[in-house]
């Protein structure tokens, strides 16, 4: 099914990923939550913030180089494949690309994919409900456009 899926991982943390209209999963969450509910304000917060947000090429994908804000990175990776991820405001990694892509341009469209189905995905709030699928992971609004919004896991 189109759209994010929610589950436990074999050390029983919450993680999500999102799959494409194929089933293929196009992203995943960057970490593993102690709990659901922060399991998925993490999705809806990519799910708001990956639709507009910018791209840029990095040559240190560790963090080091860091743009201002949320934005997808894209980079070479040390096996010679492109990814992205993508940084919330504060920097923080969220989600990663699911596989490697063998061009600049391959990864470049991926994140445009992403980005649409995103952009699908929020549109369908209350779409997707069931099973392991939980929500969607629409409509989180930040509490502010360039800043934190207090302590925790999502400023």
């Not at 050390?11 to 509910?37: F, M, P, T």
């Not at 560790?62 to 492109?82: N, R, V």
């Not at 690309?97 to 549109?123: D, H």
Request: net charge neutral; with cysteine; proline share 3%.
């Amino acid at each position: 099914m189109k759209g994010f899926n929610f589950f436990q991982d074999s050390a029983k943390e919450w993680r999500w990923n999102l799959k494409d209209g194929n089933h293929q999963i196009v992203a995943d969450s960057a970490e593993g939550y102690n709990h659901k509910a922060d399991c998925e304000k993490g999705a809806a917060l990519f799910t708001t913030l990956g639709v507009d947000a910018p791209e840029r090429k990095v040559t240190n994908p560790s963090g080091t180089d860091s743009g201002q804000g949320a934005e997808y990175e894209y980079f070479l990776d040390k096996a010679g494949e492109w990814r992205w991820h993508f940084q919330a405001q504060n920097n923080k990694i969220i989600a990663d690309s699911a596989e490697g892509y063998v061009s600049e341009q391959n990864v470049k469209r991926a994140i445009t994919n992403v980005r649409s189905l995103l952009k699908e995905v929020g549109s369908n709030k209350g779409g997707n409900n069931g099973g392991s699928n939980g929500g969607n992971g629409g409509g989180y609004a930040p509490a502010t456009a360039g800043g934190s919004s207090g302590p925790g896991r999502f400023a």
